[in-house]
């Protein structure tokens, strides 16, 4: 980009810089434009003068560069305000839509999205259960486990597995709106009732309407599990052979990328509806496929995975005897997460045996919820919210 509009939008900004005192020199700085004011629904602006260029040592180094921007933001929470329904699976057309609104904000022109390059990009899928059969979920797979990364689990609410090329994150969509978005939402709206309010309506009108609104997304996300799969730049390089741009990145990528990591983490594959849980399935399962003998050893395996989790089990036996077993449970379609034994003690289990959030479930979200948006860019909501 030109200079001077990158210089235009750094004057907007906030910087952050490290000095030397005894010597006045200058060790980094960092400029930051924060558009929007909350959490993680902002618009982060960074002007950039340098680009990380690895050396032959493998190091990353900084050099001079053509000034660029690095602009990094949530494309569902600025189309509608909040990300529990809606979303865009072009990228190409959530980055035209992007840039339309950016340069409305900042006042300068950006380049053609063509232009743009993609450094990550997350695919995120919603599925509907009952606000039990959520904390059934997680209660399931408190033995997941996933190959060479440290999982964070919190309660019954939540899984983050991160990674170099891919972050995956599990969670109860309910919770996290209620915490991050909720208050954010009713601001936005009740300034946007009260500018609107009838001449005759009473005088707490638009409390009260934005309190309704705020509550119906409430609702929906309290039955909403939420699987997200970051793709990091390491990935995109890797993937395509360079910094790909934004017309590069296809849904069908994404796509598969999102079924590649969940079925690591799962080990269920794609077609969710084929997949076995429950004991007796398990054993008439394994029954089909293997022999009489091999499949009374799997049973068993089964067992010890179900009750006990992954790494106990691994301990338990020799490595090429775990993964080949571990592969015989996957290649006939079972799964030992969410089991009725580990659900055993429960009265009423209300999270259905065949789930599993892969985008072959028929619990995934894929229809509208409404015909009107209730937190719409196109009818200027935005505004009000910066």
């Given at each position: 980009m030109q200079r001077t509009i990158v210089d235009r939008i750094r004057a907007q900004g906030e910087s952050y810089c490290r000095i030397q005192n005894e010597t006045g020199e200058r060790v980094w700085e960092v400029t930051r434009t924060n558009l929007l004011g909350s959490f993680d629904s902002r618009i982060m602006v960074k002007p950039m003068y340098e680009d990380c260029i690895k050396s032959k040592s493998g190091k990353p180094e900084w050099h001079p560069c053509t000034p660029y921007l690095v602009i990094e933001c949530s494309i569902a929470k600025i189309l509608n305000g909040h990300n529990v329904y809606g979303g865009l699976n072009d990228l190409s057309d959530a980055s035209k839509r992007l840039r339309d609104l950016l340069q409305h904000l900042l006042g300068v022109p950006l380049p053609d999205t063509k232009h743009w390059t993609v450094q990550r990009v997350d695919w995120a899928e919603n599925f509907h259960l009952s606000y039990q059969a959520v904390q059934e979920f997680f209660e399931g797979i408190h033995h997941i486990a996933f190959p060479r990364r440290k999982m964070q689990k919190y309660g019954n609410e939540a899984v983050f597995i991160p990674g170099t090329t891919t972050t995956i994150k599990l969670y109860h969509k309910g919770p996290e709106f209620g915490k991050h978005d909720r208050k954010r939402l009713?601001?936005?709206?009740?300034?946007?009732?009260?500018?609107?309010?009838p001449r005759h309506a009473p005088e707490q009108w638009a409390q009260s309407q934005a309190s309704r609104k705020v509550a119906a997304l409430q609702r929906l996300a309290n039955n909403r599990l939420r699987a997200e799969v970051e793709i990091h730049?390491?990935?995109?390089?890797?993937?395509?052979?360079?910094?790909?741009?934004?017309?590069?990145?296809s849904a069908a990528y994404l796509h598969e990328v999102f079924d590649k990591?969940?079925?690591?983490?799962?080990?269920?594959?794609?077609?969710?509806?084929?997949?076995?849980?429950?004991?007796?399935?398990v054993r008439d399962r394994l029954e089909a496929?293997?022999?009489?003998?091999?499949?009374?050893?799997?049973?068993?395996?089964?067992?010890?995975?179900?009750?006990?989790?992954e790494e106990d089990t691994r301990k338990r036996n020799s490595r090429p005897t775990f993964y080949r077993r571990?592969?015989?449970?996957?290649?006939?379609?079972?799964?030992?997460?969410?089991?009725?034994?580990?659900?055993?003690?429960?009265?009423?289990?209300?999270?259905?045996?065949?789930?599993?959030?892969?985008?072959?479930?028929?619990?995934?979200?894929?229809?509208?919820?409404?015909?009107?948006?209730?937190?719409?860019?196109?009818?200027?909501?935005l505004q009000l919210a910066a």
């Amino acid at each position: 980009m030109q200079r001077t509009i990158v210089d235009r939008i750094r004057a907007q900004g906030e910087s952050y810089c490290r000095i030397q005192n005894e010597t006045g020199e200058r060790v980094w700085e960092v400029t930051r434009t924060n558009l929007l004011g909350s959490f993680d629904s902002r618009i982060m602006v960074k002007p950039m003068y340098e680009d990380c260029i690895k050396s032959k040592s493998g190091k990353p180094e900084w050099h001079p560069c053509t000034p660029y921007l690095v602009i990094e933001c949530s494309i569902a929470k600025i189309l509608n305000g909040h990300n529990v329904y809606g979303g865009l699976n072009d990228l190409s057309d959530a980055s035209k839509r992007l840039r339309d609104l950016l340069q409305h904000l900042l006042g300068v022109p950006l380049p053609d999205t063509k232009h743009w390059t993609v450094q990550r990009v997350d695919w995120a899928e919603n599925f509907h259960l009952s606000y039990q059969a959520v904390q059934e979920f997680f209660e399931g797979i408190h033995h997941i486990a996933f190959p060479r990364r440290k999982m964070q689990k919190y309660g019954n609410e939540a899984v983050f597995i991160p990674g170099t090329t891919t972050t995956i994150k599990l969670y109860h969509k309910g919770p996290e709106f209620g915490k991050h978005d909720r208050k954010r939402l009713y601001v936005v709206m009740r300034s946007l009732y009260q500018q609107n309010r009838p001449r005759h309506a009473p005088e707490q009108w638009a409390q009260s309407q934005a309190s309704r609104k705020v509550a119906a997304l409430q609702r929906l996300a309290n039955n909403r599990l939420r699987a997200e799969v970051e793709i990091h730049a390491e990935k995109l390089d890797y993937d395509f052979g360079h910094r790909p741009k934004v017309h590069e990145v296809s849904a069908a990528y994404l796509h598969e990328v999102f079924d590649k990591e969940i079925s690591r983490l799962l080990r269920e594959g794609k077609d969710a509806t084929q997949i076995v849980r429950t004991s007796l399935a398990v054993r008439d399962r394994l029954e089909a496929h293997y022999s009489p003998e091999l499949a009374g050893l799997l049973h068993g395996f089964w067992f010890n995975l179900a009750t006990h989790g992954e790494e106990d089990t691994r301990k338990r036996n020799s490595r090429p005897t775990f993964y080949r077993r571990r592969k015989q449970l996957v290649d006939a379609g079972v799964s030992w997460l969410t089991t009725d034994v580990q659900l055993i003690e429960r009265q009423g289990q209300l999270l259905p045996v065949d789930f599993s959030p892969v985008r072959a479930n028929p619990r995934r979200c894929c229809v509208p919820v409404r015909e009107r948006p209730a937190l719409s860019y196109e009818r200027g909501l935005l505004q009000l919210a910066a």
